[in-house]
């Protein structure tokens, strides 16, 4: 029984596990949550889930894991004004170092209109001891401020770095404060290609002049995570924390498989928890009936993955359980934790229209939560092309999808572009004026979502399915939705409409 009392599929029962039942061993667990019924009647129709993952136990193994670590500090002039961003990437650089796990491999990254790698000097890496920290520090401290922006060339050499150490766990520090404005056209793209399959990257842009969008691109495609510094003298802080969680992976890589029945599809995959990211260009497939992606590198953390499949009830009874796909995680690298056992996407066709029409709802939590992050970028959007109303409008629904999942960071965020008359309800007022500062720091966590609890959504508009307005989509979905699932068009143009 799902959490709201509908009857829905859940293998919570009986999840592929590995480890003990006393939660005191490493364990890896598998579990897929859904409404496994459809209707009988109308042809195709389309199966989600959410496809749970949780690592633990992992911590002894992870103080054994092999690691090196880049930090990347922009160092061109304007980081010098105000004089406060350089003294904190030199603090922050200095904290990092100092949190390093003895024998992680690293270096420190001068970034301007080049790339120069400032620790150890002439380059290449140093091993992480009393000393090295140390020294490190000590370069730290001098940092400059002067040059320009080119961060193609420092995430190349990143790459280059990490590629010289054998380590299973390689991450990367990036700060900047401004745009990418002296690498040639494309080739931060290329780079970025170049550097997927070696590294994962958190970032942080600092000051009011670094292009949000920018910076989601390159941690989207290096699979972090990136925010906004509000307050410089935190920034430290924040480097420390995303040192320790590097250091905390055991995993070197999972990848998570699905294979269909014969004759099934696979209409998308998408991770949702802890940010959302659509992985289904980025898997690869086998055979015709196997999709398989990298999920990078794991600690002791839990994510969570939207799948959906396409079925056809043609030749299937009615009225009992059908498997359309198998869901199972295959670990890569020098590991003894085997995966947890394969789980099955289920599917029951139904004359009831009570069952079919009832949404899982974790796929209800993680579609509000989607709608939240596009309506923050479309009132973003509007706002910067002069349209204010349609921005209020996009900001409003924001708040109260916000309220509604009980997201206190994304109102925080939401307060530095709206005045919150009812959260409730969604009624703003326009804040005048708006900083770069705060449309970046808004626009910046759009991607990070809130991970369901079960606890129940403020309730939203009911009524008919719609269907996407894209002549290409054409997409049908629930009349609660405001966007389009598939290719994010909005699909109530007017509020209440």
């Known amino acids: 029984m799902s959490q709201d009392g509908q009857d829905s599929q859940d293998n919570e029962n009986h999840p592929g596990r590995y480890g003990d039942h006393e939660g005191n061993g490493p364990?890896?667990?598998?579990?897929?949550?859904?409404?496994?019924?459809?209707?009988?009647?109308?042809?195709?129709?389309?199966?989600?889930?959410?496809?749970?993952?949780?690592?633990?136990?992992?911590?002894?193994?992870?103080?054994?894991?092999?690691?090196?670590?880049?930090?990347?500090?922009?160092?061109?002039?304007?980081?010098?004004?105000?004089?406060?961003?350089?003294?904190?990437?030199?603090?922050?650089?200095?904290?990092?170092?100092?949190?390093?796990?003895?024998?992680?491999?690293?270096?420190?990254?001068?970034?301007?209109?080049?790339?120069?790698?400032?620790?150890?000097?002439?380059?290449?890496?140093?091993?992480?001891?009393?000393?090295?920290?140390?020294?490190?520090?000590?370069?730290?401290?001098?940092?400059?401020?002067?040059?320009?922006?080119?961060?193609?060339?420092?995430?190349?050499?990143?790459?280059?770095?990490?590629?010289?150490?054998?380590?299973?766990?390689?991450?990367?520090?990036?700060?900047?404060?401004?745009?990418?404005?002296?690498?040639?056209?494309?080739?931060?793209?290329?780079?970025?290609?170049?550097?997927?399959?070696?590294?994962?990257?958190?970032?942080?842009?600092?000051?009011?002049?670094?292009?949000?969008?920018?910076?989601?691109?390159?941690?989207?495609?290096?699979?972090?995570?990136?925010?906004?510094?509000?307050?410089?003298?935190?920034?430290?802080?924040?480097?420390?924390?995303?040192?320790?969680?590097?250091?905390?992976?055991?995993?070197?890589?999972?990848?998570?498989?699905?294979?269909?029945?014969?004759?099934?599809?696979i209409g998308f995959v998408k991770q949702v928890h802890p940010t959302r990211a659509d992985l289904t260009d980025e898997g690869t497939r086998p055979d015709a009936r196997t999709w398989e992606c990298r999920t990078g590198a794991w600690g002791d953390e839990s994510r969570e993955f939207h799948l959906c499949v396409l079925a056809d009830p043609e030749g299937d009874p009615v009225g009992e359980d059908v498997e359309l796909a198998t869901v199972d995680l295959v670990l890569d690298g020098d590991t003894d934790l085997p995966p947890p056992a394969a789980q099955s996407v289920l599917v029951q066709w139904t004359d009831d229209l009570l069952l079919s029409s009832r949404v899982d709802p974790r796929l209800a939590h993680y579609g509000a939560d989607s709608d939240l992050g596009l309506a923050i970028t479309a009132g973003c959007d509007a706002y910067e092309t002069g349209d204010r109303e349609e921005a209020r409008r996009q900001w409003g629904q924001a708040v109260r999808l916000a309220h509604g999942l009980g997201s206190a960071k994304m109102l925080e965020r939401l307060r530095g572009l709206v005045h919150i008359v009812d959260a409730a309800t969604g009624e703003v007022r326009i804040r005048e004026p708006i900083r770069p500062l705060d449309l970046n720091s808004a626009m910046i966590v759009t991607e990070e979502s809130v991970r369901f609890t079960g606890a129940a959504l403020t309730p939203a508009p009911t009524g008919p399915d719609v269907i996407c307005p894209n002549p290409s989509c054409r997409r049908t979905a629930p009349a609660t939705a405001a966007y389009c699932q598939k290719c994010e068009t909005p699909l109530r143009p007017e509020e209440g409409s």
Not at 99 to 106: K, Y
Not at 126 to 143: E, I
Not at 165 to 189: C, F, V
């Open 27 to 265: 364990a890896l667990t598998l579990r897929v949550h859904q409404n496994k019924y459809l209707p009988a009647a109308g042809g195709r129709a389309e199966m989600h889930a959410v496809i749970g993952v949780e690592a633990r136990g992992l911590g002894p193994a992870a103080a054994r894991t092999a690691a090196s670590e880049v930090i990347v500090i922009d160092c061109s002039g304007s980081m010098g004004w105000p004089p406060t961003k350089i003294a904190a990437a030199r603090r922050a650089t200095a904290t990092a170092v100092g949190v390093l796990r003895d024998g992680t491999h690293f270096a420190i990254i001068e970034g301007t209109e080049q790339a120069q790698v400032v620790y150890p000097y002439p380059g290449g890496m140093a091993v992480a001891g009393p000393d090295t920290r140390a020294a490190a520090a000590r370069v730290a401290a001098r940092l400059p401020a002067i040059g320009g922006t080119a961060i193609g060339a420092w995430l190349d050499l990143a790459r280059r770095l990490h590629l010289s150490r054998p380590a299973a766990i390689r991450h990367t520090l990036l700060l900047t404060d401004g745009r990418n404005e002296h690498d040639a056209a494309g080739y931060l793209d290329k780079v970025l290609e170049a550097c997927a399959p070696h590294f994962t990257c958190d970032a942080r842009g600092i000051g009011d002049g670094w292009d949000a969008a920018e910076l989601k691109r390159i941690v989207r495609r290096l699979h972090g995570r990136a925010d906004a510094v509000l307050d410089d003298s935190a920034l430290a802080a924040e480097f420390a924390d995303m040192t320790r969680a590097s250091m905390a992976k055991a995993l070197a890589e999972v990848r998570i498989r699905v294979r269909t029945r014969a004759g099934g599809r």
